[in-house]
């Protein structure tokens, strides 16, 4: 599968609760077909910044381009209209996996009476996870059935069904032992084989300069660090980060 280029700005934002700066000037460019990784410390500015990428919350000050076109997003609906979507770290897991799969999306089989197409929609959400390597024998069992691995797959492999072309993942293999860590790693390098534009919260450092293109350092709702993988290594991103 191969999607258009789909290009991310923002410039100069800033982001304050009351008293408390989240995020001070703080830029970011990102690109299709990359891994962006942004690194920090609890605090640092990492959701914040990610909740303004994906609609959640509205910069104070700065710009927001998408394609090199400004744009104000006012809600999380508006940015994955838009083909930008988030896989959150505490995902939430209900009903049973193919229900799971197209929940808020269910294709039906009468629009008057909203009878929901099950056949239809347990083909696709089986046909949609193999792509992945993920092979569900029974998508009418409970989703939250799944290991932490197949969860965090299942939520890409939705995200990418329904249209995202920018996809945020936060923290993906936190929680995971080494071999579903593994698994996890291998989709996301996946993604950007598919020319997916993916920006990647992480605390691993070591597993972020494996996978990643770019790297941004926030530090006290500052960028502190901006380099190309070319330009540095986990060691010196450990360095800035520490220091």
Same mark, same amino acid.
């Not at 304050?16 to 995020?23: E, P």
């Not at 909740?51 to 104000?72: A, H, R, T, W």
């Not at 993906?172 to 084989?193: C, D, F, R, Y």
């Given at each position: 599968?191969q ?5 991310l ?28 990784? +942004? ?15 994906s609609?959640?919350f ?11 076109k400004? /744009?104000i ?10 083909? /930008?979507?988030? %896989? ?5 897991? +209900?009903?049973? /996996? ?19 197409d099950?056949?239809?929609a ?25 290991s ?7 939520? /890409? ?7 995202a072309?920018?996809? +945020? ?8 032992? %080494? ?18 534009? %993916? ?11 494996q ?33």
């Amino acid at each position: 599968m191969q999607v258009d280029n789909n290009h991310l700005h923002l410039k100069n934002i800033y982001k304050s609760f009351g008293n408390i700066t989240a995020l001070n000037d703080v830029s970011i460019s990102t690109e299709s077909g990359k891994i962006h990784c +942004i690194l920090g410390d609890n605090g640092a500015g990492k959701s914040s910044l990610v909740n303004i990428i994906s609609g959640v919350f509205q910069p104070d000050q700065g710009e927001y381009q998408l394609n090199n076109k400004l /744009i104000i997003l006012k809600s999380p609906r508006q940015a994955i209209d838009l083909g /930008i979507s988030t %896989v959150y770290q505490n995902l939430a897991i +209900i009903m049973n /996996i193919y229900r799971n799969f197209f929940l808020g999306n269910e294709p039906l089989k009468n629009t008057f009476l909203k009878t929901i197409d099950r056949d239809y929609a347990i083909e696709t959400t089986i046909t949609e996870l193999e792509k992945f390597d993920i092979s569900i024998k029974d998508p009418e069992r409970p989703a939250g059935e799944l290991s932490g691995g197949e969860r965090q797959i299942l939520a /890409i492999s939705r995200a990418l069904y329904f249209g995202a072309k920018i996809l +945020i993942l936060d923290e993906p293999t936190s929680a995971l032992g %080494v071999k579903e860590s593994n698994k996890v790693v291998e989709q996301i390098l996946m993604l950007k084989a598919q020319n997916i534009n %993916v920006i990647l919260v992480s605390h691993n450092i070591d597993q972020a300069f494996q996978l990643g293109d770019k790297f941004f350092i926030l530090k006290n709702s500052k960028m502190v660090g901006d380099f190309e993988k070319s330009e540095t290594s986990a060691n010196k991103l450990r360095t800035i980060l520490e220091n």
